[in-house]
């Protein structure tokens, strides 16, 4: 009972809802003129086409795009929803005044602004081609970012530092000559323990 009862108003909102986003939706001019006894429309509400540039009444000189097409301030025509297909899936969908957004499914990536059609995305170690497809880094370069162009290796090197050649995935890597030799002053040999150097004042002097 108690359910029931609070169960009617949410249903009854909802219809309200549903009814007001496609019947009730705001229909005719949005913007019009005087001209005489007639107005003319000079733009329509969101997701309306023109009908008529003028007329009585500026409600019926533009109505509602049909369900699956739509229509946006540039355009005079309502046009058809596009659909998402193939490894496309539908990120938004179409409304009376906006297209339908697609994105691509994981481990695709959208192939243009619009997104109206997707490429294999790409991993580290790789780059996408012209033929929407991936290359193996070419000997010298390397990517360390998915979906992206391959980079040449760094090739030089500062004095007293010595270059590790990299791969498709890491660039080279400079190391320190005198890191090389703690290194193996740790690993192979035990370090002496130094006494401290004892600070004297105005040494030398
Ligand atoms: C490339 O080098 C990095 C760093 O030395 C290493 O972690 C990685 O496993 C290497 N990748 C390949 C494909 O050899």
């Not at 969101?46 to 500026?58: A, H, M, T």
């Not at 109505?63 to 739509?70: F, G, H, L, V, W």
């Not at 007293?160 to 000559?177: P, R």
């Amino acid at each position: 009972m108690m359910a029931a009862s609070r169960g009617l108003p949410r249903i009854l909102l909802i219809f309200s809802l549903v009814l007001n986003s496609t019947i009730g939706a705001d229909t005719g001019c949005d913007d019009w003129t005087l001209n005489g006894n007639d107005v003319c429309c000079k733009r329509c509400k969101p997701g309306n086409r023109l009908v008529e540039s003028c007329g009585r009444d500026p409600e019926k000189l533009c109505i509602p795009c049909e369900p699956d097409t739509y229509i946006t301030s540039h355009e005079f025509h309502c046009l058809r929803c596009t659909q998402c297909i193939g490894k496309q899936f539908t990120l938004k969908p179409c409304t009376i005044s906006s297209d339908t957004v697609c994105g691509c499914k994981a481990g695709y990536r959208c192939g243009n602004d619009k997104c109206s059609f997707c490429v294999t995305e790409c991993k580290e170690g790789e780059e996408p081609t012209k033929e929407r497809s991936c290359r193996k880094c070419p000997e010298g370069k390397f990517n360390d970012k998915i979906h992206s162009m391959c980079k040449e290796w760094r090739k030089s090197c500062p004095d007293g530092q010595t270059l590790v050649k990299g791969n498709v995935t890491s660039d080279s890597i400079n190391i320190l000559l005198h890191n090389l030799m703690f290194l193996s002053t740790i690993f192979v040999t035990e370090p002496k323990q130094e006494p401290l150097p004892v600070l004297t004042d105005k040494k030398g002097k």
